[in-house]
């Protein structure tokens, strides 16, 4: 059974005729904007329970429903939910199509409204509605892209410092600049609009990658700053002392590789 909303009520004489009945302690947001804002912030489905003061279904729901513990619980298992009284907001109500009560409404994320119930329902039948509406919210939510990490340059030390002065001085968390995909730290502000206006003068050469294993193996291989060489007035850094022991013994040969080298592709695969 269910009521039909009398929406050729006005609403001062709604307002005069109908008290809003007491909504359950628990589960309820306190107002429509609430849900919605939850809804929306959380990614969990947002549920209308539509009422009326003079509708005795939506009384029976009330007493042998709405104030058990248990749906309380559920009301708020991933889900926002509210009440809404169509005497007191007609306006909802016409936006959801809500032209009889008992009625419930629910919102899935990214979705359009669906209504899911008209009508009594016994409280079993109503905790398994709120099962159903948690576990497809769940279903529905849809993954965040994850970030990608900041790959730090030079472990964090200044570059300017290092190429520049060849001192090996930490740079600060709140002064960085990136190029090509990697994130460099800087001792002051002079340094870092130093690196900017030529970052490839200042920059680990091959972004940082052993060029031995470059030369030899075609991979993008992460050098270790333990492992560095001055050359030229560049910087090369290696995976192993073995490598820039190699490197000190021919120098122009590896120093004059070219790879178009991206960061996703350090020790993952060969450079062709």
Not at 68 to 81: F, M, N, R, T
């Amino acid at each position: 059974m269910n009521c039909r909303v009398p929406f050729f009520i006005t609403a001062v004489v709604c307002l005069a005729s109908c008290s809003s009945r007491t909504a359950a302690s628990d589960g309820w947001y306190s107002s429509y904007d609430q849900a919605k804002a939850a809804a929306e912030a959380n990614g969990i489905p947002l549920l209308i329970h539509f009422h009326a003061s003079y509708c005795g279904p939506c009384r029976q729901m009330n007493q042998q429903v709405f104030s058990q513990p248990e749906v309380q619980h559920k009301l708020q298992d991933g889900i926002a939910s509210v009440e809404i009284d169509v005497g007191q907001h007609p306006d909802i109500a016409r936006q959801y199509g809500a032209t009889t009560v008992p009625r419930d409404v629910v919102v899935y994320p990214g979705k359009a409204p669906e209504t899911i119930n008209v009508g009594f329902k016994s409280m079993l039948s109503y905790l398994g509605l709120l099962q159903e509406i948690s576990s497809k919210g769940t279903r529905n939510v849809i993954p965040l892209k994850p970030q990608a990490a900041v790959v730090v340059g030079l472990d964090g030390f200044c570059p300017v410092k290092l190429l520049r002065d060849k001192e090996w001085i930490s740079g600060r968390n709140d002064l960085t600049a990136d190029y090509r995909g990697i994130t460099y730290h800087f001792s002051g502000e002079a340094e870092r609009q130093t690196f900017l206006k030529d970052p490839a003068a200042f920059a680990p050469q091959n972004l940082g990658c052993d060029p031995i294993v470059l030369y030899q193996d075609q991979k993008a291989v992460s050098g270790h700053i333990s492992y560095g060489v001055f050359f030229d007035n560049k910087l090369f850094l290696f995976d192993t002392e073995e490598n820039r022991s190699v490197f000190k013994e021919n120098p122009l040969k590896y120093s004059r590789i070219r790879h178009a080298i991206k960061v996703d592709e350090f020790g993952q695969r060969s450079i062709n």
